[in-house]
């Protein structure tokens, strides 16, 4: 079973530009979750989806931050314009269910912004 | 805000040596997962704990739930190279239609050959 692919693996850009992030999920995950985690920090939730639909997005910054799914397969996280303290690296992760207790999680896109 | 905190934050030790991380909380979760990373992968998961007081073993690594459901330990026994890596501990708060995970900031652990 192919687990859950992130790319690109690495981005550095420079402050006020913008950048986007792709997952494919594991096939017939309905949920799938974008974390962000800071260097010596633990993953952070931004936001989950079930299916195509929201479910919590409540840590999303949403002045600068945008994430989509749209046929609840595979998801776009954008950062636009990217800040300093965006740099990160941005998680995905999937699970068969909302109730699931086993989130699969890809190998993350190191973000550097300069 | 559920936090969890993680002790000791970093650990090096040699291999065949015994240590035990802890994560605390003053919220009482419903669930209780830890986790492993290595560097520049995503976290692994390595067991949940659902019971308070629960134990549950995977080789030579135990894993205990507080019976207050607030904390936990990892225990490894004999250390080897390959235990090396981060070791998150995350919560899960009220389940149902939403299992959202509350991270800990992990026990950066090197075991020396």
């Known amino acids: 079973e192919a687990g859950v692919a992130q790319s690109p693996r690495y981005k550095i850009i420079e402050k006020r530009q913008s950048v986007a992030f792709w997952c494919n999920p594991i096939?017939?995950?309905?949920?799938l979750y974008w974390y962000q985690q800071i260097l010596g920090q633990g993953p952070k939730l931004l936001i989950q989806?079930?299916?195509?639909?929201?479910?919590?997005d409540s840590q999303l910054p949403k002045d600068r931050f945008s994430a989509e799914r749209l046929k609840g397969v595979d998801s776009t996280l954008k950062i636009q314009p990217a800040k300093l303290e965006d740099s990160a690296v941005y998680l995905c992760?999937?699970?068969?269910?909302?109730?699931?207790?086993?989130?699969?999680f890809g190998p993350g896109t190191r973000l550097t912004v300069l | 805000t559920q936090l969890l905190e993680q002790s000791p934050q970093f650990l090096s030790i040699q291999e065949g040596e015994n240590l035990t991380v802890y994560c605390n909380s003053s919220?009482?979760?419903?669930?209780l997962q830890w986790y492993r990373q290595e560097p520049g992968e995503g976290p692994v998961l390595l067991v949940t704990?659902?019971?308070?007081?629960e134990v549950k073993k995977l080789k030579r690594l135990t894993f205990q739930f507080g019976d207050a459901r607030k904390d936990s330990s990892l225990h490894i026994t004999a250390a080897q190279p390959g235990d090396t890596g981060l070791y998150l501990c995350?919560?899960?708060?009220?389940?149902?239609?939403?299992?959202?995970?509350?991270f800990g900031k992990g026990t950066l652990l090197t075991v020396n050959p």
């Open positions: 992760a999937s699970s068969s269910t909302a109730g699931a207790d086993t989130q699969y």
């Open positions: 096939s017939g995950h309905a949920t």
């Open positions: 989806f079930q299916n195509n639909g929201v479910v919590d």
């Open positions: 919220s009482v979760f419903s669930s």
């Open positions: 704990v659902v019971t308070g007081g």
């Open positions: 995350a919560g899960a708060g009220s389940g149902g239609s939403n299992y959202k995970l509350t």
